[in-house]
C-alpha cells in the first residue's frame, strides 16, 4: 500500500510540474509575441501542410502556440508542431519548433539529424553517408543529408556548427 502511494505522489508531483512548465512557456511566448508584434493565435493552424513532408507525418498532428505576423518586411508563421506515430500498443511523439516564411524563392531542403551511436562508430570505423564538414566532433554527431550540398555547406557554416554542437546531446 505505501508503495501505491508513493508512486501516486510521484505521478502527481511530475504531472504538476508538466502542467506548470507548459503553462510558462506560454506565457513565454506570449510576452514574445507581444514584444515584437505578433498575433498569438493557439492552436489554430490553418496553412495546410505546406508542401512540407514533416507536416504530413505520423497519425495523428497537433500544432500549438501558433504565432503569426510580419517580422521585418517578412511575413512570419510559428509553431510548435508535434506528430504521433502509432505501431500497435507502442507509440512515439515526436515534436518540434518551426518558423516558416515565405521568401519569393525555391531553396533546396537541407535535413540535419543526430548520429545515433551506431552510426557515430560507423562513422569512426568506416565513414557514413552524408555530407563532410571541416569539424570531426559535427561529422561524429550529426547526419546532414540535402538536395544540393554546396547548398548545404553554405548553409551550415561555422557559427551553426558551433550552435549545434552546443544542444544537448
Known amino acids: 500500500m505505501v508503495l501505491f502511494v508513493l508512486f501516486f505522489i510521484v505521478v502527481v508531483v511530475v504531472g504538476g510540474a508538466s502542467y506548470l512548465l507548459g503553462q510558462q512557456r506560454i506565457r513565454d511566448i506570449a510576452a514574445f509575441a507581444g514584444a515584437h508584434g505578433l498575433t498569438v493565435l493557439g492552436s489554430d493552424w490553418d496553412l495546410d501542410d505546406r508542401g512540407f513532408a514533416l507536416f504530413r507525418a505520423g497519425n495523428r498532428r497537433y500544432w500549438r502556440n501558433v504565432l503569426r505576423g510580419q517580422w521585418g518586411d517578412l511575413p512570419v508563421a510559428y509553431c510548435d508542431y508535434s506528430y ?31 548520429r545515433g551511436a551506431i552510426g557515430a562508430l560507423a562513422e569512426k570505423a568506416i565513414g557514413a553517408p552524408g555530407i563532410r564538414f571541416e569539424s570531426i566532433e559535427f561529422n561524429d554527431r550529426f547526419d546532414v543529408q540535402a538536395d544540393d550540398d554546396a547548398f548545404a555547406v553554405e548553409l551550415i557554416d561555422a557559427q551553426m556548427i558551433e550552435t549545434l554542437l552546443g544542444l544537448d546531446h
Not at 97 to 112: D, H, K
Open 84 to 114: 504521433v506515430v502509432s505501431d500497435g500498443k507502442n507509440q512515439n511523439t515526436v515534436s518540434f519548433s518551426n518558423v516558416i516564411a515565405t521568401i519569393g524563392m525555391q531553396i533546396p531542403q537541407v535535413r540535419v539529424s543526430p
